[in-house]
């Protein structure tokens, strides 16, 4: 190598100057040139703080579109903030890449980055890049702000609440079921757009952001569904120390997870345990269902009740017979 | 797989809950039980965020002992907060496993970062773990608390600045090169307790962080090296519009380095540009060096002038001969 001049600029610097400068719009932020960021919060205000990794092979398949990839690391945290009740405020990137990733992934990357950032008004605040021998792995650690003291913790279930759920349940793990066995679509007799509808629930969550203010001035507990609703709903109750009791027939389905559902009734349990969902759930107190409902209408999220909060340590999901329905397994995991 | 009822832990919460919750004394972090933490800052005071990662086999060799890549995780971050002149808060983890590391493996880990955690007053407040087929990756966010709008930046360097350094420089970096070849210390001729000081200071930094207030109340800008004092320093008066002229006889060594480099002198580029020192270089005005230095002894922090802010663009290291060192490279990158 011959002998240079120092430089100003390391190879990491110029792919941080590159593609994500340009995402980094908060004032906190100095446009990266420095190697921390500020954030301040309104008087009276509080952080809410969450991270979440997604890793190549893991949680995304390696040729999914770059752009998705990013908008995905970046939703599934945004999901957090969203059933915390908080509104975002800004995130933190960690990236690990392997020398198989170029220019042209990297681009689209950010370029997914960007637009969600924009879209959930949710900058980037800095981050750091390494390199790695393994898969790509995307850490994003999120802020939101709140009234101190108003987060939606899992522990404010109680007796009575009404068990409540956003948008459709069970599409993102059919999707992955049709990513996985495409032939399974003729199986399950869904038209192309449904299963276009499933691909796309897998691919990229639609987080609830809109819904986060109805969800802290309603519920008593919440958290966003992302290792399966039987799972999750499970996790919240046993950390508010009560169960719940959920009609299977009232579990909100998409026309795609329908049809696919009247094909083949065992896939009942995917819908049920399967993960990725990035839908909200939540426990409502009885007088303030009609308000949470009518909010919810009026931010353009869908909301179904389920069922109810009751004393116990076994949340049961009944079938129309009114029996418990048994899982292979409670809810998804890595491990 | 047998029928089951819901389980309200999957194996990533119980592994949390085992080794992770412990460390979680922040009462913002709910003992882990949510899926968000909370943070608040004491009025007029401000979040300073930074995020570091570091891989196995990139940062650290595989066979390190757990606790200390523990170690190196946080205190990377530590050093950057130490730098910009905040006060620890805490921070959020995120943890890439491959299915090689055991419960041995995660118990010392913990050690390692709860030890750490206490001593630096910076509590766990979140994480997330996922599954991974490449190496461990461990991303730090943490954050830091500072009076609004006193963060030391790199860009407030002023031509007639003092150039200072705290500690040593170019220890790690030599304790890199005996780790990659042991027998170069009989070469060196270190004794045993130089090589040793040497491997401590690239195994486990010291980040400076009773130096914090001390930098926010007198620096003009400041950074810390991570990448080698030759790049970081380019670095700095980039960002400000200087450049400075250091003379290398005043670069503060350790009896180690200074071993080391006695029996092979060209050790010296390896010194300057070779990173990990996880010291901190921070300008200071004329007026402010004498109080500077005062109060860096009272925070038992050793700090050396090495030179001054001058006008242009080119940051020269000057021979005893007055001559200015070219170096094969500026800066460490992993890219």
């Given at each position: 190598?011959?002998?240079?001049?120092?430089?100003?600029?390391?190879?990491?610097?110029?792919?941080?100057?590159?593609?994500?400068?340009?995402?980094?719009?908060?004032?906190?932020?100095?446009?990266?040139?420095?190697?921390?960021?500020?954030?301040?919060?309104?008087?009276?205000?509080?952080?809410?703080?969450?991270?979440?990794?997604?890793?190549?092979?893991?949680?995304?398949?390696?040729?999914?579109?770059?752009?998705?990839?990013?908008?995905?690391?970046?939703?599934?945290?945004?999901?957090?903030?969203?059933?915390?009740?908080?509104?975002?405020?800004?995130?933190?990137?960690?990236?690990?890449?392997?020398?198989?990733?170029?220019?042209?992934?990297?681009?689209?990357?950010?370029?997914?980055?960007?637009?969600?950032?924009?879209?959930?008004?949710?900058?980037?605040?800095?981050?750091?890049?390494?390199?790695?021998?393994?898969?790509?792995?995307?850490?994003?650690?999120?802020?939101?702000?709140?009234?101190?003291?108003?987060?939606?913790?899992?522990?404010?279930?109680?007796?009575?609440?009404?068990?409540?759920?956003?948008?459709?349940?069970?599409?993102?793990?059919?999707?992955?079921?049709?990513?996985?066995?495409?032939?399974?679509?003729?199986?399950?007799?869904?038209?192309?757009?449904?299963?276009?509808?499933?691909?796309?629930?897998?691919?990229?969550?639609?987080?609830?952001?809109?819904?986060?203010?109805?969800?802290?001035?309603?519920?008593?507990?919440?958290?966003?569904?992302?290792?399966?609703?039987?799972?999750?709903?499970?996790?919240?109750?046993?950390?508010?120390?009560?169960?719940?009791?959920?009609?299977?027939?009232?579990?909100?389905?998409?026309?795609?997870?329908?049809?696919?559902?009247?094909?083949?009734?065992?896939?009942?349990?995917?819908i049920l345990t399967g993960g990725d969902d990035y839908e909200i759930v939540a426990t409502v107190p009885p007088g303030k269902l009609a308000t949470f409902r009518a909010a919810a209408k009026a931010a353009g999220v869908p909301v179904s009740a389920l069922g109810r909060v009751v004393a116990g340590k076994e949340t049961r999901f009944l079938r129309p017979d009114g029996k418990p329905m048994k899982f292979a397994r409670g809810s998804?995991?890595?491990?």
């Open positions: 190598m011959a002998a240079k001049k120092p430089q100003s600029q390391s190879a990491e610097d110029r792919l941080i100057a590159r593609h994500f400068k340009p995402i980094a719009r908060h004032p906190g932020a100095f446009g990266l040139v420095d190697d921390a960021a500020v954030l301040g919060t309104p008087p009276g205000h509080e952080l809410v703080l969450t991270v979440d990794a997604i890793v190549g092979g893991e949680h995304y398949f390696p040729d999914d579109p770059p752009d998705a990839v990013a908008r995905k690391a970046l939703r599934v945290n945004l999901s957090d903030l969203a059933a915390k009740g908080a509104q975002p405020a800004g995130f933190l990137l960690s990236l690990a890449l392997p020398k198989s990733v170029n220019e042209n992934w990297l681009k689209s990357f950010a370029r997914g980055l960007s637009a969600d950032a924009k879209r959930y008004g949710c900058p980037l605040l800095g981050g750091d890049t390494v390199r790695t021998k393994g898969p790509v792995m995307i850490s994003v650690a999120a802020f939101g702000t709140l009234p101190a003291g108003t987060m939606v913790r899992r522990t404010g279930a109680k007796v009575g609440d009404h068990v409540v759920v956003t948008g459709t349940i069970g599409d993102a793990a059919l999707g992955l079921k049709l990513r996985l066995q495409p032939a399974t679509a003729r199986r399950w007799k869904l038209a192309t757009k449904q299963r276009a509808h499933l691909a796309a629930r897998y691919l990229v969550p639609e987080p609830r952001n809109a819904l986060a203010e109805v969800i802290r001035t309603h519920a008593s507990a919440a958290m966003d569904v992302s290792d399966g609703l039987v799972g999750d709903l499970t996790k919240l109750c046993a950390a508010s120390g009560v169960a719940a009791e959920v009609e299977v027939a009232r579990v909100p389905l998409s026309a795609a997870a329908r049809a696919a559902l009247s094909a083949e009734p065992k896939l009942i349990e995917s998804f995991s890595h491990f």
